[in-house]
């Protein structure tokens, strides 16, 4: 968007995300989007029960929600999943620098990883929630082979976790559609290496580049 | 790490932590959730618990995906079926009749639950005493205005002291998202078997399983999870 200085050099691109990755991201957006979305209803069943078949945004968001974890799964394990696993792996391992970063709320120095602390941590809540959300969710629809006091458990646990990640969608979206460069890698796959240097000093330090000529 | 990079920092597995540090928060509150629940909605009051997510509120269910629009001056109740006298009740027939008030707990199979709701209606054992019970009935059934749902109870189930024909909830009429102008309320039971939008009571010979029940809900919904002494179909729970 900003890009009208370099046009008779060839830039220099850096391969963030792969297809996978993207492929994955995407699948799982859109059901976390659809969950949302047929989340609300149910939730306010008093108010939207008028409007909705409940029957059938009931049946979407069960099957959305079976299925959800299926995108990141097969991203995950299969032989595609070099990269996935080895961002998996980066975003799990912190500095004590990053820590830091994050207990400041972005307020202190830090020469980025590949992703920063808060993406890091965005990324690991997504994958816990999304353990949660399912496993309690399973227990709100074969609810029978569990406990009364489970049930209602896990109806506050769902609420309290589906509450989270509209706190954390909203801000991921936020950030994303304010950060045009690096939304731009989760669409092509790349980003520019003045982006690199600027953003995640330390990924270009201790990685290999992976470059490609546009 | 080779000696050439001296700068490479400490790393923490944080990643782990916060994965399993959520995933314990979701568990112990799967374990412990419903009684955090009971203690906020009794230290703070259950108008409070209800703001919180997950807090003491109605989820509101409807088989049809809509709800029965019954204006309170044109809903009848039809007595039916295996009685003495048959008779159809206006609303204002039935608040003219004993009521029962009483302040209960409600209770879905799902696990949602909405503490100390008063309700207030016909005890269902005045309205069958009235129509008169003839020999050979095992039970009753029940209809909803949705013309979807249907409930049983058995004759010792029905004549149960706070088994009531409902017609105020909070001290107003029953709205029409709750099942309003009349429902029935089994508060020993789970939710689903106090129908909504009620519109008739057959007396039969036996229990036929309800809407609910046809899809995998036990017919005797106790609240403690036992099939009851009295239950003639304990293969569908």
């Given amino acids: 968007m900003t890009t009208i200085s370099s046009r008779r050099e060839p830039q220099q691109m850096v391969l963030r995300f792969d297809a996978v990755q993207r492929t994955a991201h995407w699948l799982n957006a859109l059901g976390f989007l659809t969950l949302m979305f047929t989340g609300i209803p149910l939730y306010f069943g008093s108010f939207f029960g008028l409007i909705f078949a409940r029957h059938t945004i009931q049946m979407v968001h069960l099957w959305t929600g079976i299925f959800l974890p299926l995108p990141l799964a097969v991203a995950m394990l299969g032989p595609w999943g070099r990269r996935m696993r080895s961002d998996w792996r980066r975003v799990s391992q912190w500095t004590r620098d990053e820590l830091r970063w994050l207990r400041r709320v972005g307020r202190s120095p830090l020469a980025a990883d590949k992703f920063n602390p808060g993406q890091k941590a965005n990324a690991v809540f997504t994958v816990a929630s999304i353990l949660v959300l399912f496993v309690t969710g399973y227990i709100l629809q074969w609810f029978r082979f569990f406990p009364v006091s489970w049930r209602g458990g896990a109806t506050v646990t769902h609420d309290v976790f589906a509450l989270l990640v509209f706190a954390a969608v909203a801000g991921h979206v936020l950030l994303a559609v304010t950060h045009w460069d690096s939304m731009r890698s989760m669409i092509g796959g790349s980003v520019q290496e003045k982006w690199v240097r600027h953003h995640a000093s330390a990924w270009v330090t201790d990685d290999v580049l992976e470059t490609h000529e546009r | ?237």
């Avoid at chain 2, 629009?69 to 044109?74: C, F, G, N």
């Avoid at chain 2, 129509?131 to 039970?139: E, L, M, Q």
């Avoid at chain 2, 029905?158 to 709750?178: F, G």
């Avoid at chain 2, 099942?179 to 010979?205: C, E, N, T």
């Fill in chain 2, 1 to 237: 790490m080779s000696a050439t990079t001296p700068s490479s920092p400490e790393k923490v597995n944080v990643g782990r932590r916060l994965f399993l540090g959520l995933t314990a928060l979701g568990a112990a509150g799967v374990v412990f959730g419903a009684d955090a629940q009971n203690f906020v909605g009794k230290t703070f009051g259950s108008g409070f618990a209800a703001l919180l997510p997950g807090g003491d509120r109605f989820r509101i269910y409807s088989i049809t995906g809509s709800y029965p629009s019954i204006k309170p001056k044109q809903f009848r109740l039809k007595v039916s079926g295996l009685v003495n006298q048959p008779a159809t009740f206006t609303l204002a027939d039935l608040q003219a009749m004993p009521s029962l008030d009483m302040v209960k707990t409600f209770q879905c199979v799902t696990g949602w639950r909405v503490p100390d709701v008063p309700w207030r209606g016909v005890p269902l054992s005045h309205l069958l005493k009235s129509a008169g019970i003839r020999p050979g009935a095992g039970a009753i059934s029940f209809d909803s205005y949705d013309h979807a749902d249907s409930e049983s109870l058995t004759i010792e189930q029905a004549h149960l002291a706070d088994v009531i024909v409902a017609y105020e909830m909070y001290r107003a009429p029953i709205t029409r998202e709750h099942g309003g102008p009349v429902r029935l309320l089994v508060p020993q039971m789970y939710g689903y078997k106090s129908l909504k939008w009620l519109s008739g009571i057959r007396v039969v010979d036996r229990v036929q399983p309800g809407y609910w029940e046809l899809n995998g809900y036990p017919v005797n919904g106790w609240l403690d999870g036992t099939t009851g002494a009295t239950n003639p179909h304990p293969q569908l729970s």
